[in-house]
């Protein structure tokens, strides 16, 4: 019962920044662990940040630590993702995606019970 719309893709030239929000609604935000996840080709999601419920605990992947920031305004039911230094390897589409039963986000996405449509983000080399 939640519902989330991703959005701030784009073309961004290599060494360039994107920030990704994603809106959620239908169900109390600020008690669901918030992910972000991305898709390559011919593969299945991949972990690329999640936030805690309390908004106090992040984790990354290790290809976007120091580059990618990933926060949450419960206040506004959103997290958004800001990617800086973008390279063309991130080059996917994103996807965010609320998690419930742990509230403390996971690296997995089969954890997560309601996912986005998500939005592609492109770099140019």
């Known amino acids: 019962q939640m519902q989330l719309v991703e959005s701030g893709g784009g073309l961004v030239q290599a060494g360039g920044s994107l920030r990704l929000s994603c809106a959620a609604s239908?169900?109390?935000?600020?008690?669901?662990?918030m992910g972000w996840f991305r898709q390559p080709p011919g593969k299945e999601r991949e972990f690329v940040a999640y936030?805690?419920?309390?908004?106090?605990?992040?984790n990354y992947a290790d290809s976007v630590k120091g580059r990618f920031t990933i926060s949450r305004d419960n206040a506004k039911n959103t997290v958004t993702l800001q990617m800086n230094n973008l390279k063309s390897e991130n080059t996917d589409v994103y996807y965010c995606?609320?998690?419930?039963?742990?509230?403390?986000?996971?690296?997995?996405?089969?954890?997560?019970?309601?996912w986005g449509q998500g939005t592609q983000v492109t770099v140019s080399s």
């Open positions: 936030i805690s419920w309390s908004g106090d605990t992040t």
């Open positions: 239908g169900r109390a935000f600020s008690t669901w662990a």
């Open positions: 995606a609320a998690e419930l039963r742990r509230n403390l986000g996971s690296i997995f996405p089969g954890e997560y019970d309601y």
